[in-house]
Nanobody, 124 residues
Framework: QVQLVESGGGLVQAGGSLRLSCSASGRTFSNFAVGWFRREPGTEYEFVASISRGGGMTLYADSLQGLFTISRVNAKHTVYMQMNILSPEDTAIYYC?????????????????WGQGTQVTVSS
C-alpha cells in the first residue's frame, strides 16, 4: 500500500496562487502514477491533472491547461500542483490519488489509493 497526505490548501483571493503537495509513504513511490482530483460536497470527483511515475507525461483538464502545473520529485516522495490565477470556481476539496503503473490517466476508477484531501477556498 501507499499512504498519501495532501497539504497546502487554504483561503486565497481570486487571482492568487497556491501550491498543493502530496506526500507519499509506504511502497516505492516511483512505481506510482499520481493524479489530482477535486470535489465539492455532494458532487462527483472532477479530474484536475495527473503525472506519470517518471514525471515525463502529464495530463490536464482542458479548462485548467496553462493555469495548473503538476510536477513530482520522486526522491522526496512528493507530487506538487502549482495553481495560478485561481477563481471562485476552483473552490473544492483537492485529493491526490495514486495508481501502480507508469501511465498518467484521467480515469478516477484506475486510482487505488487516495489521500484525505485538502480544502481550497477562493474568495471573490
Amino acid at each position: 500500500q501507499v499512504q498519501l497526505v495532501e497539504s497546502g490548501g487554504g483561503l486565497v483571493q481570486a487571482g492568487g496562487s497556491l501550491r498543493l503537495s502530496c506526500s507519499a509513504s509506504g511502497r516505492t513511490f516511483s512505481n506510482f502514477a499520481v493524479g489530482w482530483f477535486r470535489r465539492e460536497p455532494g458532487t462527483e470527483y472532477e479530474f484536475v491533472a495527473s503525472i506519470s511515475r517518471g514525471g515525463g507525461m502529464t495530463l490536464y483538464a482542458d479548462s485548467l491547461q496553462g493555469l495548473f502545473t503538476i510536477s513530482r520529485v520522486n526522491a522526496k516522495h512528493t507530487v506538487y500542483m502549482q495553481m495560478n490565477i485561481l477563481s471562485p470556481e476552483d473552490t473544492a476539496i483537492y485529493y491526490c490519488a495514486a495508481r501502480e503503473g507508469p501511465v498518467a490517466t484521467m480515469a478516477q476508477s484506475w486510482y487505488a489509493y487516495w489521500g484525505q484531501g485538502t480544502q481550497v477556498t477562493v474568495s471573490s
